[in-house]
């Protein structure tokens, strides 16, 4: 960052910037750690973090930046893999975890104002004080945020029954990166938010529909092979459960060393259901025996996994003993993925886990670890993350996209969101943002800092394909 820049930057915002070296460190990478090779391709290193309060900051933040040309680079729970919170080419990282509001739960409408930097776990503690929950969320229950989850996309455990959180939402305040501040209501204004990386600007407040805290329980099966669980993934719709979570063998395995449990080692699926009273349990429990069965699976007892639920939102947590480790995540089509699914179970010498939820009647989303045992060098870091994402892409020729673009998957949006709503991005992204100051790099893939007449998406497809 230029000397005169930077004063701009400090003389506003005072302690508020951060710029030493282990923030930085921290900043420039999200779920998945980075090999420095890649740094051939962009750079991830920010040149400072910013710690706003306030609205008022964030539009004088964005009025700089605009009058500087800086990179802005939104930042909240930093759970994803996908680098959609971390810099192509520098710039300055707002962490956003900073703006806090008063959380306002509304029972009559049945909705919740609040702000997008609050964790799941922690507004779902506060609604259910009140007798509500929240309709759905992500795994990383624990530590995302619903801001950081709306701009990646927001499928998650719930959609199955209440939809994607775009759907949720119904009043919206957002921060331009021309400094305005608007409120957005309707469905089509705040869908172009959703998966949007923050590159359209950083959400101040939120509005959404909540539920009844309805009990939850749990009824689980288990598949010998992916024909089977694709079979068993379509019957069990019938049944209108509130989440289909499943696990492939690897992660079952790990599942059972992790936690103490005793999951047979084969398709894990469990299934969530909203009950009120023990006549809706009996009778889903035996919808759910016949469903199964019609599928060609295995009724699961109840001991098996036991209380398995909260377990659920800690399957990161056994990543930590590894020295390293890869995460994306893929949504998949019932209908045609079932080779695809079985050609996932194998690579990587059977390594690869996978977990994957229904989170509509057609798709479902596979969320993939790769965890590494061995201390590698960067080399092998970058072909095993350009591997992954080699199979992440074919996942095209079946109908599946990738779940977020991101630095990763920058260029794939009109696959994921369709081509007319990709049309009324750039054309709003045009209006707010003409000098593309808001997390550059994350939608449209950019052209490379080092040799420009290559996109980024090009050259990790063509890499991909050799590693």
């Given amino acids: 960052m230029k000397k005169k820049t930077r004063t701009k930057f400090v003389r506003y915002l005072g302690k508020q910037m951060k710029e030493n070296a282990t923030a930085l460190q921290i900043y420039s990478r999200d779920m998945s750690e980075l090999p420095s090779l890649t740094k051939l391709l962009f750079n ?19 009025n700089l930046a ?168 379509k019957e069990l719709q019938q049944v209108n459960p509130f989440s289909v979570w499943f696990l492939n063998p690897s992660q079952v395995s790990a599942f059972n060393d992790t936690f103490g449990y005793n999951l047979p080692r084969s ?7 909203e009950i009120s009273f023990e006549e809706e349990e009996l009778e889903f429990s035996n919808n759910f025996n016949n469903t199964i069965r019609k599928a060609g699976g295995q009724i699961l007892d109840k001991r098996y996994f036991k209380d398995i639920w909260n377990f659920r939102f800690k399957t990161f947590a056994m990543l930590k003993e590894f020295p390293y480790f890869l995460v994306s995540e893929v949504i998949l089509p019932i209908e045609t993925s079932v080779k695809y699914l079985r050609k996932l179970t194998n690579l990587f010498e059977g390594k690869l886990r996978a977990e994957g939820e229904l989170i509509s009647g057609t798709h479902y989303s596979l969320l993939l670890y790769l965890p590494i045992e061995e201390v590698i060098g960067d080399f092998k870091k970058s072909l095993l993350i350009l591997n992954l994402n080699k199979h992440v892409l074919k996942s095209k020729k079946i109908g599946g996209f990738p779940y977020s673009t991101g630095l990763w998957f920058a260029g794939y949006y009109s696959q994921i969101y369709g081509k007319e709503q990709f049309k009324r991005y750039k054309e709003f992204k045009k209006k707010i943002d003409p000098k593309n100051i808001s997390n550059p790099g994350k939608v449209c893939s950019p052209k490379l800092r080092i040799f420009p007449l290559f996109s980024l998406k090009f050259v990790i497809r063509v890499a991909s394909e050799f590693s």
């Fill in 267 to 273: 398709f894990v699926v469990i299934v969530s259901k």
């Fill in 66 to 233: 605009n009058e500087t040309r800086t990179p802005i680079i939104p930042r909240s729970g930093g759970t994803s893999g996908f680098g959609g919170s971390i810099p192509y080419n520098k710039g300055l990282v707002i962490d956003c975890k900073g703006i806090t509001s008063d959380i306002l739960i509304e029972p009559i409408d049945q909705t919740v104002t609040t702000s997008p930097s609050i964790i799941f776990s922690e507004l779902q503690n506060k609604l259910k004080l009140q007798g509500f929950s929240l309709c759905s969320y992500p795994s990383s229950f624990y530590s995302a945020t619903i801001g950081g989850w709306i701009a990646h996309g927001g499928h998650g455990i719930g959609s199955l029954q209440y939809s994607s959180v775009v759907d949720q939402i119904t009043e919206m305040q957002v921060v331009l990166p021309n400094g305005q501040v608007e409120i957005y209501t309707e469905k089509d204004d705040i869908s172009l938010f959703f998966g949007s990386n923050g590159t359209l600007g950083i959400i101040t407040e939120i509005k959404l529909k909540i539920k009844f805290d309805i009990p939850i329980k749990q009824f689980g099966c288990i598949f010998d092979s992916p024909y089977e669980l694709m079979k068993g993934l």
């Fill in 44 to 62: 991830s290193t920010p040149d400072g973090i910013i710690l706003p309060k306030n609205v008022e900051d964030l539009q004088r933040i964005y």
